[in-house]
């Protein structure tokens, strides 16, 4: 099946694809996470700021591009940038988008593995009686980690595959057959999960099984604004990185999406519609479970360090196994099975800009695009499993899934907002729109968007130790320079704070990897357009 074939089946079924994409492990784990890292109220108002000015109208910017470049037969980003204009180089600058949805993927469905099999050790209770710390070695023990070098694990390798082959499965029965049914039938159970799971947390009672706290006052704690952090830039950096990820912006399979769309199909609303449906889940569903779950069993004190993987899977199990047995394991399946849920809802979508290139560029099949995906996607999980102690996981996780989506949303804004221009822009947002956008975002668009964008990517570049930015400044007025964090940009590329030599070893070759993955993806677009030109002489140029 060609991917020029395809449409979407219903409306309905793509806002759910859609916000399927966006809704990932990061609405769950990752925004509690930065919430309590920046104060809980604190973080709340710029994050909802970033969202206006910066999350939604760069939904507008994918959408229109992805519309617009579908016209002219294109459903992956090359050719939907290149649609853009004239210049030849624009196209190169879609090696973003299949470069992040390829990686992210590898390494996403990995994660994505462990909640399914979490799933499935919830269903049978191996929880049960557990302490804390046998809980927290299991974990390690599904890994594999300290067993040598390399992390070997058959059960954590069984869980990948099954995992793998249910994502190809879905992909290769089409965009209306595969990830539109998956986004129709997924996406109401995530949600129903989540309500079942944010209605017996709030529900927990100071005494009641061994709670410390009311969980509500999990949610006092997220919703009480400190109007102090407006002044803060460490809580408005991580504000706007939030809802970079949250959105899947600057990844390229909303374009992908969005480029199977008719020409006058309405794209203002969808992508709002889609957007807030993400925030939903996010912010109501996500702030109303682990938050308070955790505030109630464990204190507000402990919040500092109940965060990210330990939180999910070394630490929920524990707490879940003080309701009673049937609601400890009910608590698990839903819990790990909505994770499982939003995890694969956002694979599917990593994984059709990539089959729709080779579909477009080279007449694959989508048997053949399928494969061709699925087994680039196992080769490059192999070094984020079997090294993940030395780091190969993270730096994936950053240099692909963090710092690429900002510097490709930046150069899609401004290929779109200022090569393509403001006013045809404009045009191409509002065509067939079902709702009128305030002419304010207009000028949102082409000054504060980038800007916004611009702030994050220099924010994240030179960010300072522990976030302290006025600390930094006066360091370097006073001749002390600039003290870099170890977790930014320029502070991971020069190896700060890390002295283990296997891992700085590991860390390079893993960099030289996704450079050369990058730069092959750069050559394959070459070719792509050489075989067009060869077709087309007089109409397109390599």
Not at 166 to 183: F, H, M, T, Y
Not at 268 to 273: E, F, G, I, K, R
Not at 428 to 448: H, Q, R, S, T, W
Request: glycine share 10%; with cysteine; charged share 15%.
């Amino acid at each position: 099946m060609s991917g020029t074939d395809e449409r979407w089946a219903s409306r309905i079924g793509l806002i759910l694809a859609v916000a399927g994409n966006a809704v990932g492990l990061g609405n769950f784990l990752r925004f509690p996470a930065q919430a309590i890292n920046n104060g809980g109220g604190a973080f709340i108002i710029p994050y909802l700021v970033s969202l206006v000015v910066m999350g939604i109208p760069l939904l507008w910017v994918e959408w229109s591009i992805g519309r617009h470049g579908g016209q002219y037969g294109y459903h992956s980003t090359p050719g939907l940038l290149q649609a853009l204009g004239k210049a030849k180089i624009l196209k190169y600058f879609g090696i973003f988008g299949i470069f992040t949805n390829l990686v992210v993927a590898a390494y996403y469905c990995y994660i994505e593995s462990w909640t399914l099999a979490y799933t499935f050790f919830s269903l049978f209770d191996v929880f049960n009686g557990m302490p804390k710390e046998e809980v927290i070695n299991y974990f390690k023990s599904y890994l594999g980690s300290g067993s040598g070098f390399f992390n070997i694990s058959p059960m954590a390798i069984f869980f990948f595959l099954i995992t793998l082959g249910l994502n190809l499965w879905v992909l290769s029965r089409g965009i209306s057959a595969g990830i539109e049914k998956a986004g129709k039938i997924l996406m109401p159970m995530l949600i129903l999960f989540g309500i079942f799971l944010a209605i017996r947390t709030l529900t927990i009672d100071k005494g009641e099984d061994g709670a410390i706290e009311n969980a509500i006052a999990g949610l006092n704690f997220l919703w009480t604004p400190q109007f102090d952090s407006l002044a803060n830039p460490k809580v408005w950096l991580a504000a706007a990185g939030q809802v970079f990820f949250t959105l899947s912006v600057g990844m390229g399979s909303i374009h992908c999406y969005a480029a199977y769309l008719r020409k006058n199909d309405d794209i203002a609303l969808n992508a709002v519609t889609a957007g807030f449906m993400n925030e939903f889940v996010e912010v109501v569903l996500g702030g109303s479970i682990v938050i308070p779950i955790a505030v109630a069993y464990l204190g507000l004190a402990s919040l500092s360090a109940f965060s990210g993987f330990g939180m999910s899977f070394m630490t929920l199990p524990v707490l879940f196994e003080k309701w009673d047995p049937f609601l400890s394991a009910l608590g698990g399946v839903t819990w790990f099975g909505l994770l499982f849920f939003a995890g694969i809802t956002s694979s599917i979508a990593m994984g059709q800009p990539v089959m729709a290139f080779l579909q477009d560029s080279f007449k694959f099949t989508r048997k053949k695009s399928t494969i061709a995906f699925g087994v680039a996607v196992f080769l490059l999980a192999l070094p984020t499993i079997i090294l993940y102690d030395h780091g190969a996981f993270d730096e994936y996780d950053f240099w692909v899934g963090t710092f690429s989506l900002v510097v490709f949303a930046l150069v899609e804004s401004v290929i779109f907002l200022w090569i393509f221009g403001i006013d045809k822009a404009w045009i191409e947002i509002n065509k067939g729109a079902d709702i009128k956008i305030p002419i304010v975002f207009k000028y949102v668009l082409k000054y504060i968007t980038p800007t916004f964008i611009i702030a994050v990517f220099v924010g994240s570049l030179i960010q300072p130790t522990g976030g302290e930015w006025s600390a930094a400044f006066s360091s370097l007025f006073s001749g002390g320079g600039w003290p870099l964090d170890p977790s930014s940009v320029l502070g991971s590329l020069l190896h700060l704070g890390e002295t283990n030599p296997d891992k700085i070893l590991v860390t390079d070759l893993t960099r030289l990897l996704l450079l050369s993955v990058f730069v092959v993806i750069g050559l394959f677009i070459r070719y792509a357009w050489k075989i067009k030109l060869n077709k087309e002489p007089k109409t397109e140029e390599a």
